[in-house]
């Protein structure tokens, strides 16, 4: 029992308590292996009836049992003495081993100094971004800090806000927005508006906007008129269809509509939009549809007249 702390005492025997540990876990695995491949069998074997036949004409009876039971007694013998060691060398490991590596020699351990140098060290540097991209943050334009929002124009401002509204049907104005007021471009669009490309990125958005949507109609659910233009266009058949909007059942209504009418100069609803245009009052395009100058200003925004027809035949 002595001997761990010895040799833990003297730093010139730290190679004797290396080797010490690799033998008693070797020492452990070929007892354990041992152990189960050692057959133990609890009744003795005995020889066939022909063998003992043979064999009793030359053998006495009291040799042919004391072979037995010396066979037998050699395979428990074994057994025995490999759960023995088995025993001690799990009460070594659990009962002596393990305080004595408390006083292993110091360069078997982590160096305390060295622990508290190297923890002063990384507090005083900055931490370093982790290396995984999925902990990163993106990176901070400097430039983007200082620089200026982009200012969007009435006709920009009717775009930003007709494809914020497309987008998504959960898409809704804050209630907080004054509706007199130009709205923060970063309300309804999914870029910076700091970026010194932001200006490029709105006329993108202004033109797909309209090329997607060529005809969009911002009404009243229960109205005359709304259900009067919805006819129109429905008979048009066009494609793509139109987006049309019940505004009044909206959450946002209270703020969408002052919103339309200060970005159009309309006054009520519906309101009629052909290629990011507003058509007028309802009596203009009343007169348009009886013209036929209705169909034509569809038509050079984007839309194909019977357009759906044809794309449900194909």
Not at 19 to 48: A, E, G, K, M
Not at 85 to 98: E, K
Not at 189 to 211: C, G, H, M, Y
Request: charged content about 20%.
């Amino acid at each position: 029992l002595c001997f761990p702390f010895y040799i833990h005492s003297r730093p010139c025997s730290r190679i004797i308590y290396k080797n010490l540990h690799s033998l008693t876990r070797s020492f452990i695995i070929i007892s354990i292996i041992n152990t189960l491949l050692s057959p133990v069998c609890p009744f003795p074997t005995y020889p066939s009836p022909r063998r003992v036949t043979a064999t009793m004409s030359t053998l006495p009876v009291t040799s042919l049992l004391h072979s037995v039971q010396f066979q037998r007694k050699s395979k428990h013998r074994t057994t025995s003495l490999a759960l023995f060691a088995l025993i001690v060398v799990s009460f070594y490991i659990f009962f002596i081993a393990r305080p004595s590596l408390n006083l292993a020699p110091i360069a078997l351990r982590p160096d305390s100094r060295s622990r508290t140098d190297t923890r002063v060290h990384v507090e005083g540097k900055e931490s370093s971004p982790p290396s995984s991209r999925l902990f990163r943050f993106p990176p901070k334009s400097p430039y983007n800090v200082d620089r200026p929002q982009i200012e969007l124009d009435e006709s920009q401002e009717l775009a930003a806000v007709a494809a914020f509204v497309a987008a998504l049907p959960q898409n809704t104005i804050p209630h907080s927005i004054d509706p007199t007021e130009p709205i923060d471009p970063q309300l309804v669009l999914d870029f910076d508006t700091r970026n010194p490309r932001a200006e490029d990125e709105v006329k993108q958005i202004v033109e797909e906007v309209w090329s997607r949507y060529p005809v969009m109609l911002f009404s009243k659910l229960h109205h005359g008129n709304s259900r009067e233009i919805r006819a129109m266009f429905s008979n048009m058949n066009l494609h793509p269809s139109p987006a049309m909007f019940n505004v009044d059942q909206r959450e946002d209504a209270d703020v969408l509509i002052p919103l339309l009418h200060r970005v159009t100069s309309s006054t009520e609803l519906p309101l009629l939009l052909i290629g990011g245009k507003p058509v007028g009052s309802m009596a203009a395009i009343r007169e348009l549809h009886a013209s036929g100058e209705l169909a034509k200003m569809v038509t050079n925004a984007g839309a194909v007249i019977d357009g759906a027809k044809k794309k449900k035949s194909h």
